[in-house]
């Protein structure tokens, strides 16, 4: 129904700052939430943050709140993580994924996930 696709991506030193974009692309009205998550090698993916399509609420979780943001810009049909003062600990495979109509933190309640964008932080 819906298609996402990750951008922006890289290398970036600590203290440092990164934005990346997830276009959507198929049935976008039927958009309501879009939740950013992220996945180091060994461990299970990890929420990050969700923002309401709509009425554009967001929440995060408690080891970027203050460091990153989430946006959307309707006209481009993208949604954006902004991230700021970067360290060691954010650096993995970010993804994006459509999620239901109340905001979950639950990976397994999401779908249409993109390739995913790799974000490197060094010290």
């Known amino acids: 129904q819906v298609q996402l696709a990750e951008s922006g991506g890289g290398l970036v030193q600590a203290g440092g700052s990164l934005r990346l974009s997830c276009a959507a692309s198929?049935?976008?009205?039927?958009?309501?939430?879009v939740g950013w998550f992220r996945r180091v090698p060994g461990k299970e993916r990890e929420f990050v943050g969700v923002?309401?399509?709509?009425?554009?609420?967001?929440d995060y979780a408690d080891s970027v709140k203050g460091r990153f943001s989430i946006s959307r810009d309707y006209a481009r049909n993208t949604v954006y993580l902004q991230m700021n003062s970067l360290n060691a600990e954010d650096t993995a495979v970010y993804y994006c994924?459509?999620?239901?109509?109340?905001?979950?933190?639950?990976?397994?309640?999401?779908?249409?996930w993109g390739q995913g964008t790799q974000v490197t932080v060094s010290s």
């Open positions: 923002i309401s399509w709509n009425g554009g609420s967001t």
């Open positions: 198929g049935r976008t009205w039927n958009i309501y939430t």
């Open positions: 994924a459509a999620g239901p109509r109340i905001a979950t933190k639950a990976p397994g309640a999401y779908g249409s």
